[in-house]
């Protein structure tokens, strides 16, 4: 066995290998810290990185019901064979009756018809609502239950688009023609409904909106609750609607008007009356015409200018219904298959 020398370190010595030693372990330590700070800063970039994914879905933008109306293809009502219903994936669903129901359930992704018929749909798309359009065309009528509870009756000759289920601080739908609206309260999230004229923002009541591309001025009459109008004409000031009260919009003049109703009158259509009160004869046939998808055409000014009191069963035929009005007036009734030509 070898014997380790026992040789004694001088103060210089000891003091030069403490020295080393502090030095290597300085080392050491300042390695480890730059490594920690190395893996701090890369779980920092990739934590923000993620986030930043997150924020990206869950933030981008979803397209406006605008938007849709402008970019979509054109639905023509008019050209369209029965109720027809397109879905957010551009399928065509066809309903035979001539008052058909369609409820949404609250996903939206479920579509149940009066018919027992039931269809399934995505709500959204890549973070981008699903938006549907139903066709109502001239002759036909139909009722919806949107996704939210809101309930919607359609007149003839009326289109609405709407998303299968609303995502977001609102819920928007357009319309063009007439319908009206039993919306489901929700303070948190106003309901709108759009056209090209104007725009009408309710938490929940019931009202009738009516604008067809084809008139002059269109309306909108409050039952129940409380609504704003505002209108695309920035110049125009809201306008805010207490029951009973009927706003007018003529879309040539810009003119607004308020003024009282029997708001009955303008809900009539629902249960298949048409009740009157001072109406011309040319408002009267337009009515007709959409209810009843046939053509009448006034030839006579002075006759279209005539006004007539009273209620239409729309439940009768058209020619029995033409013929009602004429007991209070003079005018022939002459007619070329599903089209009418009054004159005196």
């Known amino acids: 066995m070898n014997k380790i020398p026992n040789n004694k370190l001088s103060v210089d010595e000891r003091n030069n290998l403490r020295n080393r030693i502090i030095q290597s372990a300085l080392k050491v330590r300042k390695k480890k810290l730059y490594r920690k700070v190395i893996f701090a800063a890369a779980a920092c970039i990739l934590f923000m990185f993620g986030i930043g994914v997150v924020y990206f879905n869950v933030n981008q933008p979803v397209q406006s019901i605008d938007g849709f109306v402008e970019s979509a293809p054109d ?12 879905l957010g ?164 003049s810009k003119a607004v008007q308020v003024r009282d109703v029997n708001v009955d009158d303008y809900f009539s259509w629902r249960e298949g009356f048409l009740k009157l009160k001072n109406d011309d004869l040319s408002y009267i046939m337009a009515k007709i015409s959409r209810y009843y998808n046939v053509e009448i055409t006034i030839a006579d000014e002075h006759l279209a200018d005539q006004t007539f009191s009273g209620n239409l069963d729309l439940k009768e035929d058209v020619i029995s219904v033409i013929k009602i009005i004429r007991e209070t007036s003079v005018f022939n009734i002459e007619s070329d298959g599903p089209n009418f030509i009054l004159s005196n």
Not at 75 to 86: C, M, N, S
Request: glycine content about 6%.
């Open 75 to 86: 639905a023509d009502v008019q050209k369209a064979e029965g109720v027809t219903l397109i």
């Open 89 to 252: 994936n551009g399928t065509n669903l066809n309903l035979e009756e001539d008052n058909a129901s369609i409820q949404y359930s609250s996903s939206g992704e479920e579509v149940r018809f009066s018919s027992g018929k039931t269809v399934n749909q995505s709500s959204s798309e890549n973070n981008q609502l699903s938006y549907n359009t139903l066709l109502v065309p001239y002759g036909k009528r139909t009722d919806l239950q949107l996704s939210d509870g809101t309930v919607v009756w359609l007149n003839s000759g009326s289109k609405l688009i709407y998303p299968a289920a609303f995502i977001g601080n609102t819920r928007e739908v357009f319309l063009e023609g007439e319908a009206i609206f039993e919306v489901t309260h929700n303070p948190d999230k106003p309901f709108k409904v759009k056209s090209r004229n104007q725009e009408i923002t309710v938490l929940g009541t019931i009202f009738n909106v009516s604008h067809y591309a084809e008139d002059h001025e269109m309306y909108t009459v409050l039952k129940s609750g409380s609504v704003e109008l505002s209108f695309s004409d920035k110049n125009l000031q809201k306008v805010r609607l207490e029951p009973g009260n009927l706003a007018s919009f003529n879309t040539s």
